[in-house]
Nanobody, 116 residues
């Protein structure tokens, strides 16, 4: 059974930093890509950043230069370092994994709130 456990959300002042982590179990050897999405109230879920098994990364334009995605040493974790946070970054952040058969798995979500 695939499980994604997220941690690291919270409340931070504008300009501050947060680090999100996601640990996956039940899927370690068949991961194709890992990433983070977010969903703000009244908006659609959007891609924040992703990292492929090759190491290549993709970022939303709105977070380029501020956020950094990385995979853990064990390759079953993905981290999102968020710097220079702004109020528009407030959302529920979801960990996402796609396996080599293009099946998608989601974490339960972690709230990030940036106060201005």
């Amino acid at each position: 059974q695939v499980q994604l456990v997220e941690s690291g959300g919270g409340l931070v002042q504008a300009g501050g930093s947060l680090r999100l982590s996601c640990a996956a179990s039940g899927i370690t050897f068949s991961i194709n890509a890992m990433g983070w999405y977010r969903q703000a109230p009244g908006k659609q879920r959007e891609l924040v950043a992703s990292i492929a098994s090759s190491g290549s990364t993709v970022y939303a334009d709105s977070v380029k230069g501020r956020f950094t995605i990385s995979r853990g040493i064990a390759n079953n974790t993905v981290n999102l370092e968020m710097n220079s946070l702004i109020a528009e970054d407030t959302a529920v952040y979801f960990c996402h994994i796609r396996n080599i058969w293009y099946q998608n798995y989601w974490g339960q979500g972690t709230q990030v709130t940036v106060s201005s």
